[in-house]
């Protein structure tokens, strides 16, 4: 499903991010990526998200070689992954469903396609009462379960989370990863950078730990292994 080959970023700075980097990662798996900051966590998240290129090596995602996709390309490429940031990027001036519903919208999904999804996802992550308030009527959780909810709506082949419970508190961290436990469960690959200790250790999953630009563990069943 993801591939990695001798993946090394530089960037223009001179600043080494990732260092000969070569991973697999298969369908269905839940995989957490750790280290302290600085040691290329983001940068191997914007490598599946095309954010940015690797400076060497190679990467395929479901089928696409993302090294050889044209800018063009990379929309419908985007498509396919489902993408968490740690400060959710709703959209100020729209509804809990609206938010949801414009990622279907984009993709030019009909109404009744819309409401019969849109109510599906916003019901799997708790927010059915809410569903017509704005993102500033919510607290930081609620806002990230509206971020989840848009992410999966289309269905994506991978969810990719870079430090979803950053802003959060503890309880409220765990719901977020229940639900992106709850998500795996049903099938899609979720990869998720985190510098939260308890949710990786409570977790257990597949752990990929990045020092310096280097992966130094991948580790099945994993735990955090820092102190924050
Ligand atoms: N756009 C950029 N331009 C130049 N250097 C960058 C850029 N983005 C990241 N870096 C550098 O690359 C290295 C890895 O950064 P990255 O953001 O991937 O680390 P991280 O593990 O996600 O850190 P954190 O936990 O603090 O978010 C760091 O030395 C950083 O300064």
């Not at 479901?62 to 993408?83: E, F, K």
């Not at 809990?96 to 599906?120: G, P, Q, Y």
């Not at 509206?146 to 503890?170: K, M, Q, S």
Request: no cysteine; charged share 25%.
């Amino acid at each position: 499903m993801i591939y990695m080959g001798n993946v090394s970023k530089i960037y223009e700075t001179g600043a080494v991010a990732l260092s000969n980097i070569s991973v697999e990662i298969k369908s269905g798996e839940f995989v957490f990526v750790v280290g302290p900051s600085g040691a290329g966590k983001s940068t191997f998240i914007k490598l599946i998200t095309r954010e940015e290129l690797p400076t060497n090596g190679q990467i395929a995602i479901g089928g696409h070689n993302l090294l050889s996709l044209n800018p063009a390309q990379v929309p419908y490429y985007r498509r396919q992954l489902g993408i968490v940031f740690q400060d959710y990027r709703l959209l100020p001036n729209k509804t809990v469903f609206e938010n949801v519903a414009f990622a279907m919208e984009v993709i030019e999904a009909t109404r009744s396609e819309i409401m019969h999804r849109v109510i599906h996802v916003v019901d799997l992550v708790g927010l059915r009462q809410k569903m017509n308030r704005y993102p500033q009527e919510l607290s930081g959780g609620e806002q990230q379960r509206v971020a989840i909810a848009r992410a999966i709506v289309n269905d994506p082949v991978v969810l990719v989370a870079d430090e979803p419970t950053g802003n959060l508190d503890p309880d409220t961290s765990w719901e977020i990863a229940r639900i992106l436990e709850d998500i795996n469960r049903s099938g899609t690959t979720i990869i998720m950078a985190s510098h939260d200790k308890s949710v990786v250790d409570k977790l257990r999953r597949r752990v990929l730990a990045f020092e310096k630009g280097r992966l130094v563990r991948d580790q099945v069943r994993g735990v955090y292994g820092y102190e924050n």
